[in-house]
C-alpha cells in the first residue's frame, strides 16, 4: 500500500470530515467531549487503540484552529471493562464535566447501561458496541447512535459465506454476555431464512480460560462449520484450544467481526487461528480492496496517521471510535456544542466516509451502515486475505 505524506493525510482526513480546516463559526472556548472505554480489564484490547483514535482526531482539529473557533478537549475514563462502572463515569461525564457529548462506551455490554441514562438526561451518546439493540427501536433510542456495524449485518455476512461453501448444519458458539447474546439472537433469527440448521448452541464465559469441552461438544454434534462469537482475548482462545484439539481442518471456523477487529486474534491464537474464516472490517484487508472503493483513501490516511502517532498498526476497533469523533467534529461545526443540536447534527449525517464505513443515518438508523460495509477474509500465514464470493 502507498505511504501518504502527513500532509496528504491531513488532507484526506480532511475530506473525510467534510473539513479540518472548517470556517469559523465565531465561537470561542473549549467544547469538551466525554469518553467511556475499556482501558483495563477484559476488554482492554478495546480501550487503548480507540482512546488514542479519539484523540488523533481531536489533535488534528485543534491544530487547524478547532472547531467553529474552539477546541475540542477530551475527557476520557477507564470504565475498567466493568458495566456499573460504565454509568457511573457516563453520569459523571455529564453532571460534572459538563461534556457535550459521550462517545462509548467500547462493547455492548458497557454500553447497555448507559443508554438509558443519557436517554433521559438528553446528551449524545455515540457507542462502538455492536449490538442492534443499542439504537433499536429507533422510536426509543432518539439520543442514541453507534459506529460499530450492526449485530444483523454480521450475522448476514458470515450467512452469505455458510450458505455459498453449503456449510450446515453448524454448531453455534457465543461469549456468555450482552455481545454474545446479540449475536446469536440475530444468527438463529437469519440462518433459518439462509437456508443453515445450527446442530448445537453452546457458551463460554468472557474470562473463561479452556473452551476445550465446549468445542467436543461441538465437534461430537457432526457440523460443516462451527461459528464463534466473541472478541479477543476469549476469541482467540477458542481458536487455540481447537487447534490443540486437532479438529479437522474440514470442519470450518467462522468468527464474527469481533475477532476480525483486532490484530489480537491472531496474535494471541498461538497460529490456531490458521484457515479461520472471518467477518472483518475493510480496514484489514485495506491493502486488497480495488482502487474503486469509496473507502481506500481515508483507509489508508488512517492506518498511516495511526501508525505514525502510535508507533503500531492500527484496528478497526480503533476505527470505530475515529468515526465517532469525526460525527461529533462534522455535528458542532453545523450546531454547535449545544447538546439538542448535535443530537439533531448527527442523525442527518449523510455520506461520511470513515474508516468503519460509509455513514447515512436517518431518523429510523442511527447506524447508517450496511452489509456492503463488510468484508470476508481467511487468515492466511498470519493475515487476513480477503475473500470474494
Not at 449524545?124 to 444483523?152: C, Q, Y
Not at 448476514?156 to 459465506?161: A, D, E, F, N, T
Not at 450482552?178 to 437456508?195: N, S, V
Request: charged letters at 20%; zero cysteines.
Amino acid at each position: 500500500m502507498r505511504t501518504f505524506t502527513r500532509r496528504e493525510w491531513l488532507e484526506l482526513a480532511a475530506g473525510a470530515t467534510a473539513a479540518l480546516a472548517w470556517p469559523a463559526r465565531g465561537a470561542t472556548g473549549t467544547v469538551r467531549i466525554g469518553a467511556v472505554l475499556e482501558l483495563s480489564g477484559a476488554a482492554s484490547l478495546w480501550g487503548k487503540p480507540q482512546r488514542e483514535s479519539i484523540q488523533m482526531v481531536a489533535d488534528e482539529l485543534n491544530q487547524k484552529g478547532g472547531v467553529g473557533g474552539a477546541k475540542i478537549e477530551i475527557v476520557a475514563y477507564d470504565n475498567e471493562s466493568n458495566e456499573t462502572k460504565s454509568l457511573i463515569l457516563a453520569k459523571r461525564l455529564v453532571e460534572e464535566d459538563k461534556v457535550a457529548g459521550i462517545i462509548g462506551a467500547g462493547t455492548t455490554p458497557t454500553t447497555m447501561p448507559i443508554v438509558p441514562y443519557a436517554s433521559q438526561a438528553g446528551v449524545p451518546l455515540v457507542s462502538m458496541g455492536s449490538a442492534d439493540v443499542i439504537v433499536n427501536p429507533p422510536a426509543e433510542r432518539h439520543w442514541i447512535f453507534k459506529t460499530a456495524n450492526n449485530s444483523s449485518d454480521i450475522a448476514r455476512k458470515m450467512l452469505s459465506y455458510l450458505t455459498a461453501k453449503q456449510l450446515s448444519p453448524v454448531v453455534f458458539l457465543s461469549v456468555n454476555n450482552a455481545y454474545g447474546d446479540a449475536g446469536r439472537a440475530q444468527f438463529e433469527k437469519l440462518a433459518g431464512p439462509a437456508g443453515i440448521k445450527v446442530a448445537a448452541w453452546e457458551k463460554f464465559g468472557a474470562t473463561d480460560k479452556d473452551m476445550k469441552p465446549q468445542l467436543t461438544r461441538a465437534r461430537a454434534a457432526g457440523p460443516k462449520a462451527i461459528v464463534v462469537w466473541a472478541i479477543p482475548p476469549a476469541a482467540a482462545l477458542v481458536a487455540r484450544n481447537a487447534a490443540e484439539l486437532g479438529l479437522p481442518r474440514e470442519l470450518q471456523m467462522v468468527h464474527d467481526h469481533g475477532a476480525g477487529s483486532s490484530p489480537a486474534f491472531i496474535e494471541l491464537s498461538g497460529g490456531g487461528a490458521e484457515g479461520t474464516v472471518l467477518v472483518t472490517a475493510k480496514l484489514a484487508v485495506a491493502d486488497q480492496l480495488p482502487a474503486s472503493d469509496p473507502q481506500k483513501a481515508v483507509l489508508g490516511a488512517y492506518l498511516d496517521g495511526y501508525r505514525k502517532r502510535a508507533g503500531q498498526q492500527a484496528s478497526a476497533i480503533g476505527g470505530m471510535a475515529y468515526d465517532a469523533m469525526l460525527l461529533y467534529a462534522k455535528a458542532l461545526e453545523a450546531a454547535g456544542p449545544d447538546r439538542a443540536g448535535l443530537r439533531d447534527a448527527i442523525e442527518r449525517t449523510a455520506g461520511l466516509v470513515g474508516v468503519t464505513g460509509v455513514f447515512h443515518l436517518r431518523p429510523d438508523d442511527h447506524n447508517g451502515l450496511t452489509v456492503k460495509d463488510l468484508e470476508l477474509a481467511r487468515v492466511e500465514r498470519g493475515r487476513q486475505v480477503r475473500i470474494v464470493l
